[in-house]
Each structure stands twice: as structure tokens, then as C-alpha cells.
């Protein structure tokens, strides 16, 4: 294998999700999840998520050829099946979400608590995707923020 030059990536920007009911999935993602609609057009909805990061959800079928923009092409890309994320929650916000999603009929499919001390509710959204809100403790890069004095 070739030494490869020096370069970093900073963070995830963004992910997709591939969903059958666009009106489904957007009221679960911005009003169930609390997520921002940046961008809603028939073959595509961008939630912006926490600030930092974009959840793109595309109608499925409708990406998969390349798609020409003034700035130039984007690759055709595409998904199927049952696909996994997992969003950041503090630990102190477990009761308000497992509380949210009750209030929602949304259930919980499970719950883990890991190791290193974090903690996992898994859920599913209208086209079956497994989601994680996940605290800090999860991974050695997701550790719970330092405490700093004013």
C-alpha cells in the first residue's frame, strides 16, 4: 500500500436515510425528533440535527442516477433495508426522551447500558430504521463534556 499524504476529516457533516413516506418520516424527524428542516423538496428533506450535523432524507428510488446542479454533478447513490443511526443526547435528557417518545406512540425497542457508562434507547421510524439516542460513554470518542468554572 502507497504512504498516503497527511489530511484529517473534522466530523460525520452529514447522512442519508432512503424513506418510502416522504410526509411520514419528515413529521417524525422534525416534530417527534426535534429536528430543523433546512431544505424540503419532493425527492429530499434536510433536518439539520443539534446545530452541528445534517440528516438528509431522500425519497426512495429518486437518487440513484447522478444529478446535474449549476455547481456541477452529483454521484447517483442510494439505499435499502433496515439502516442504523445514532444521535447524541445528554445524559441528563433520558427521562424528557423516553417521556417524548411515550407521548409520541413512538416505542422503545430496547435499552443498553454500556460499559464505560453511557446509555442507548433504540427505537425504529416509519420505514423501519433502527435509531440510537446515545449519552456520552457510548465510545472512547464520545466522552461527557469537561466541567468548566465561570
Same mark, same amino acid.
Given at each position: 500500500?502507497?504512504?498516503?499524504?497527511p489530511?484529517?476529516?473534522?466530523?460525520?457533516?452529514?447522512?442519508?436515510?432512503?424513506v418510502a413516506?416522504?410526509?411520514?418520516?419528515?413529521?417524525?424527524?422534525?416534530?417527534?425528533?426535534? %429536528? =430543523? +428542516?433546512?431544505?424540503?423538496?419532493? #425527492? !429530499?428533506? /434536510?433536518?439539520?440535527?443539534?446545530?452541528? $450535523? &445534517?440528516?438528509?432524507?431522500?425519497?426512495?428510488?429518486?437518487?440513484?442516477?447522478?444529478?446535474?446542479?449549476?455547481?456541477?454533478?452529483?454521484?447517483?447513490?442510494?439505499?435499502?433495508?433496515?439502516?442504523?443511526?445514532?444521535?447524541?443526547?445528554?445524559? %441528563? =435528557? +433520558?427521562?424528557?426522551?423516553?417521556? #417524548? !417518545?411515550? /407521548?409520541?406512540?413512538?416505542?422503545?425497542? $430496547? &435499552?443498553?447500558?454500556?460499559?464505560?457508562?453511557?446509555?442507548?434507547?433504540?427505537?425504529?421510524?416509519?420505514?423501519?430504521?433502527?435509531?440510537?439516542?446515545?449519552?456520552?460513554?457510548?465510545?472512547?470518542?464520545?466522552?461527557?463534556?469537561?466541567?468548566?468554572?465561570?
Amino acid at each position: 500500500m502507497p504512504t498516503l499524504p497527511p489530511a484529517r476529516l473534522d466530523r460525520v457533516l452529514e447522512t442519508a436515510l432512503y424513506v418510502a413516506d416522504m410526509p411520514a418520516s419528515r413529521y417524525f424527524y422534525v416534530e417527534v425528533l426535534g %429536528g =430543523e +428542516v433546512m431544505l424540503d423538496t419532493h #425527492r !429530499l428533506v /434536510a433536518v439539520a440535527i443539534g446545530g452541528t $450535523s &445534517v440528516l438528509l432524507l431522500f425519497q426512495r428510488g429518486s437518487t440513484e442516477a447522478p444529478l446535474p446542479t449549476p455547481g456541477g454533478v452529483v454521484p447517483g447513490h442510494g439505499g435499502y433495508g433496515m439502516l442504523h443511526i445514532a444521535f447524541a443526547i445528554a445524559a %441528563g =435528557e +433520558v427521562p424528557a426522551w423516553e417521556a #417524548r !417518545l411515550g /407521548a409520541a406512540g413512538v416505542a422503545i425497542e $430496547s &435499552v443498553v447500558e454500556w460499559p464505560a457508562g453511557g446509555r442507548s434507547i433504540y427505537l425504529r421510524d416509519p420505514d423501519g430504521h433502527s435509531l440510537e439516542l446515545a449519552t456520552p460513554g457510548l465510545w472512547p470518542s464520545y466522552q461527557p463534556a469537561p466541567h468548566v468554572n465561570g
